[in-house]
């Protein structure tokens, strides 16, 4: 079983910047490909980025693809999510996921380890 523990999130205005941080516990994180989601009020939860176990493959949402970056250090069982030029859209709680593959998937269900979540709101 893996633990993950997000952070990073708060207040911004738009246009501004955060980054998430994702600390995991756990012998298999290395070896797991991981994902950001987000979840707005009223909405479902909504793929947001992805990367396999190595960091070498990403994959993004198209509502955030050349503002936001994910990255993977294993060294540090710590993934991220670079979050550049955000808008009021993005304002949601962000969740980090682990799959127990090292491939990358936008497929929620196929997550087997989920975080607590993080609060981002961006003010217009």
């Known amino acids: 079983q893996v633990r993950l523990v997000e952070s990073g999130g708060g207040l911004v205005q738009a246009g501004g910047s955060l980054r998430l941080t994702c600390a995991a516990s756990?012998?298999?994180?290395?070896?797991?490909?991981m994902g950001w989601f987000r979840q707005a009020p009223g909405k479902e939860r909504e793929f947001v980025a992805t990367?396999?176990?190595?960091?070498?493959?990403?994959r993004y949402a198209d509502s955030v693809k050349g503002r936001f970056t994910i990255s993977k250090d294993n060294a540090k069982n710590t993934v991220y999510l670079q979050m550049n030029s955000l808008k009021p859209e993005d304002t949601a709680v962000y969740y980090c996921?682990?799959?127990?593959?090292?491939?990358?998937?936008?497929?929620?269900?196929?997550?087997?380890?989920w975080g607590q979540g993080t609060q981002v709101t961006v003010s217009s």
């Open positions: 756990g012998r298999s994180f290395s070896s797991s490909a």
């Open positions: 996921a682990g799959r127990i593959s090292t491939d990358i998937t936008m497929d929620p269900s196929e997550y087997k380890n």
């Open positions: 990367i396999n176990w190595i960091g070498l493959i990403r």
